[in-house]
């Protein structure tokens, strides 16, 4: 299905980059499933070629906040 393909072909460097924003690998997953539920949501906005600076850029706007934090988990 297209959510598999698009998480597959991009989780890595997501999650990479949350790492990197986070420090915290536990964090960095959650932040990482984060931004696939908000590409996701949001995929009649994305352009192919652009798919992963669109995924990295949620990140990066978001940055440690995710989910949780909007609905006062940690």
Same mark, same amino acid.
């Given at each position: +299905?297209?959510? /598999?393909? *698009? #998480? =597959?072909?991009? #989780?890595? &460097?997501? #999650?990479? %980059?949350?790492? %990197?924003?986070? !420090? =915290?690998?536990?964090?960095?997953? +959650? *932040?990482?499933? =984060?931004? %696939? @539920?908000?590409?996701?949501?949001?995929? &009649?906005?994305?352009?192919?070629? /652009?798919?992963?600076? #669109? *995924?990295? /850029?949620?990140? @990066?706007?978001? $940055? $440690?906040? $995710?989910? !949780?934090?909007?609905? $006062? !988990?940690?």
């Amino acid at each position: +299905d297209e959510f /598999t393909s *698009l #998480y =597959d072909r991009h #989780y890595q &460097d997501v #999650y990479r %980059f949350a790492l %990197f924003l986070s !420090g =915290d690998p536990t964090r960095a997953e +959650d *932040l990482a499933s =984060d931004t %696939f @539920v908000r590409a996701w949501l949001a995929r &009649d906005r994305i352009r192919q070629p /652009t798919v992963r600076a #669109y *995924l990295l /850029t949620i990140r @990066v706007e978001r $940055g $440690g906040e $995710g989910v !949780g934090s909007e609905i $006062g !988990g940690s």
